[in-house]
């Protein structure tokens, strides 16, 4: 895609920098905008963060080893002209495993710092937010159908912004829909100029995937490794979907937004692959295997676990009548990439995930 020219120079802080997310937009940014300057921010709490600091420092962005959590670690860091809030605690089960209080901590309270430190400076917002705002008994009542490989939404392209909130989500889903909240607030007090992008699974190299996080990652690896992998929930079918949209996609979208602050204040919009970029379970099995060059054994695991819903299609009709970007990464693309990618780092990766 053609990428913003004639930028004026800018200072962009990126929370959550050393994340996987977080450290590709920081090198993209860097690497197109050399006359930006890029700063990370990470407290590299997740294991594996520490191996995108090479990268970042490579690639000319600033680190700053500060928490969202703590006020003075984002005050220290001085003016900004644009804030990217990356930083959270992404696993859905990290709350049912115990995790609560750091859920609340990260997701909802260092949102509401960043918002702080936006509104001190007037900067720009953009709020990465999640799939998982949307209500889990109200997603699994959507009507499906199943085929041999998958399940099927009826009468359905997915999920709109209009889905109704009213429910339960997970308090990963929850914390997010509340510093959304938090975004709209500061955006209207302040006169901040705001975006929040509600992601579906956002996938590709340097995502440090495990079973409740970063699940095609996951995938990967264990056929590259020749691990056993299993169905879990819904029968052991391994037939839930999911869409999924490749990092370097969801880089240019952020990058449009940051050039154009005025297009995209106060808006949310569903970001995803959509029908198109979807895949189950088993549909990654077989594409795993094809790129891999082996097959692994796959068993299965009935149980379903708390918050999982079988089908997610984000409907990104409204993003699309707000701009020309669109996905140019199918879900191969993105399978092959992460293949390469550990290919070339495995001893990195295994070090992050073995």
């Known amino acids: 895609m053609t990428h913003p020219s004639g930028s004026s120079h800018k ?9 996987f997310i977080g450290s590709n937009l920081c090198i993209a940014l860097a690497t197109r905008h050399p006359e930006w300057d890029v700063v990370a921010c990470d407290n590299l709490f997740r294991r594996g963060s520490e191996l995108n600091l090479p990268r970042l420092r490579t690639a000319g962005v600033s680190f700053v080893h500060g928490d969202v959590r703590q006020a003075d670690d984002l005050t220290r860091i ?29 997701n909802l309270m260092g949102a509401y710092r960043c918002l702080e430190l ?19 008994a109200a997603l699994e009542a959507m009507p499906v159908v199943e085929t041999d490989d998958r399940y099927e939404l009826v009468d359905s392209d997915g999920v709109s912004e209009a889905f ?15 510093a959304e909240l938090l975004v709209a607030e500061f955006a209207d007090t302040h006169g901040i100029p705001t975006v929040v992008n509600r992601c579906g699974v956002v996938a590709g190299p340097w995502q440090m995937g495990k079973v409740d996080q970063g699940v095609f990652t996951h995938w990967m690896l264990s056929h590259h490794r020749g691990d056993p992998l299993r169905y879990i929930g819904y029968g052991g079918t391994g037939k839930q979907v999911r869409d999924l949209l490749h990092v370097d996609d969801l880089v240019e979208l952020v990058e449009l937004q940051l050039a154009d602050p005025a297009h995209w204040a106060g808006t949310t919009f569903n970001v995803g692959g959509g029908r198109a970029g979807s895949l189950s379970l088993r549909e990654t099995t077989a594409l795993c295997a094809r790129i891999a060059g082996r097959e692994v054994p796959v068993t299965s695991a009935g149980e379903t676990r708390p918050g999982d819903v079988r089908v997610y299609l984000s409907d990104c009709s409204a993003l699309y009548a707000h701009t020309s970007w669109r996905p140019t990464r199918g879900p191969e693309q993105v399978l092959a990439d992460i293949s390469t990618w550990i290919t070339a780092n495995e001893a990195l990766v295994l070090s992050a995930l073995g």
């Open 118 to 136: 936006a509104a001190r400076h007037g900067a720009q917002l953009i709020f990465l937010s999640t799939s998982r705002v949307y209500p889990v």
């Open 164 to 178: 109704p909130l009213t429910g339960a989500r997970t308090l990963y889903g929850a914390t997010k829909l509340a």
């Open 78 to 106: 001085g003016p900004i002209d644009a804030l990217v809030e990356c930083s959270a605690e992404p696993s859905v089960m990290a709350s049912v495993d115990g995790a609560t209080d750091y859920v609340v901590q990260t």
């Open 11 to 19: 200072r962009v802080l990126i929370t959550g920098g050393a994340g």
